[in-house]
């Protein structure tokens, strides 16, 4: 009963047996090899326009390279208070942008406000050249909640940005799990939608270690190459990163292993609620959020089910927890089964 992380599951099988095929014989280093540039030309394709693509590791390194290319040293990223570059990075977007600032906004269920967004460009504009200047909106998709923009949001969000003179970035760690629940195309819900730099996750779909910078104006991708090696994120074994993104691609693998983790969250969410342990925010994608009595948490954690707990200030409606509540983040994966769920709700029940 492991729900503490999609990145907590192992890596799926088809991604396990590329990098085998793709162990085989020998490579040109460096992203100089033939499946790279194929998986390069694949991911653009999938996106419908002429990207420039970068292969990195971890999904810390994409979101970091991507904002230092788009914001420069005394400018402004403005982002969710909650935002996964704000809380769980470390300082990298700051340390490989050079000092860029992080500025993060209020929002129930981590998501930004058109009105938000627009009287935060007003404070951190002008009075130069003293005070750091907004640069760059980034969006989460899913979010740090677990709640996902609809289009017509992110079109709203980077509309203000970009009358602003703004950039635009997307986290899509979980981009996969956000495209199926919406309907919609990797298209629509990125660079038509208004997004100029994507950090195209695969890593918690099912891959090893294989992260994308998707940069959809070519004309500004050029210098990405030397930043990515400069960052030490060109890896030398390049086409084994390829590999991953070519398995994970292949047959809509990634699609149907989305599905099969957002699913699992529904499962879950309608069996807590029935047991009187209803979500704190929508289940949009694969995270159901909810607040744990004391004795629940201990019985749970007796049992042996993983998950974490966390603090938000992000709550609706001013809800606020009793003492000893928890809230508990349950995060399901393409490795989920209906036999962990079904077992850990029971346990809830006592």
Same mark, same amino acid.
Not at 57 to 77: C, E, K, M, R, Y
């Given at each position: 009963m492991n729900f503490a992380s999609d990145n907590t599951a192992g890596v799926a099988p088809a991604v396990l047996d590329a990098i085998a095929r793709a162990n085989r014989g020998f490579a040109l280093g460096y992203g100089g090899d033939e499946?790279?540039?194929?998986?390069?030309?694949? +991911? &653009? &394709?999938?996106?419908e326009r002429d990207a420039?693509?970068?292969?990195?590791?971890?999904?810390? &390194?994409?979101?970091?390279?991507? /904002?230092?290319?788009?914001?420069?040293?005394?400018?402004?990223?403005?982002?969710h208070a909650e935002a996964h570059i704000a809380t769980d990075e470390c300082g990298a977007p700051e340390f490989y942008g050079g000092g860029i600032k992080l500025i993060g906004l209020d929002g129930v269920g981590c998501k930004l406000s058109v009105a938000t967004l627009s009287a935060a460009i007003d404070r951190h504009t002008g009075h130069r050249p003293h005070a750091v200047q907004a640069a760059a909106l980034s969006l989460s998709q899913v979010t740090e909640a677990g709640t996902i923009y609809t289009v017509a949001e992110i079109e709203a969000l980077c509309d203000v940005a970009h009358s602003r003179g703004l950039a635009t970035h997307m986290d899509g760690a979980r981009f996969a799990n956000a495209l199926v629940r919406l309907g919609v195309t990797p298209a629509d819900m990125s660079w038509k939608?208004? +997004?100029d730099i994507l950090s195209f996750g695969a890593t918690k779909g099912g891959a090893l270690a294989a992260e994308a910078i998707v940069i959809f104006d070519p004309a500004r991708a050029d210098t990405m190459h030397e930043r990515r090696k400069r960052g030490g994120h060109l890896v030398s074994k390049h086409r084994f990163l390829a590999a991953q993104f070519d398995a994970y691609l292949a047959d809509d693998n990634w699609l149907a292993w989305a599905r099969h983790a957002n699913r699992?969250?529904?499962?879950?969410?309608?069996?807590?609620?029935?047991?009187? /342990?209803?979500?704190?925010?929508?289940?949009?994608?694969? /995270?159901?959020?909810?607040?744990?009595?004391?004795?629940?948490? &201990?019985?749970?954690?007796?049992?042996?089910?993983?998950?974490?707990?966390?603090?938000?200030?992000?709550?609706p409606g001013g809800m606020a927890l009793a003492p000893g509540d928890v809230l508990a983040r349950l995060v399901t994966s393409f490795a989920t089964t209906e036999t962990e769920v079904d077992r850990f709700t029971e346990i809830t029940s006592g």
């Open positions: 499946l790279t540039r194929a998986v390069e030309r694949r +991911i &653009a &394709a999938l996106f420039a693509v970068f292969l990195v590791s971890t999904g810390t &390194a994409a979101n970091a390279l991507a /904002l230092a290319h788009v914001v420069p040293p005394w400018g402004g990223v403005l982002c939608a208004g +997004i699992m969250a529904d499962r879950l969410a309608d069996r807590l609620a029935g047991r009187g /342990l209803t979500p704190v925010w929508p289940v949009d994608a694969n /995270l159901v959020f909810v607040v744990l009595p004391a004795e629940t948490h &201990a019985r749970l954690s007796a049992a042996g089910a993983a998950y974490y707990a966390r603090r938000s200030a992000s709550l």
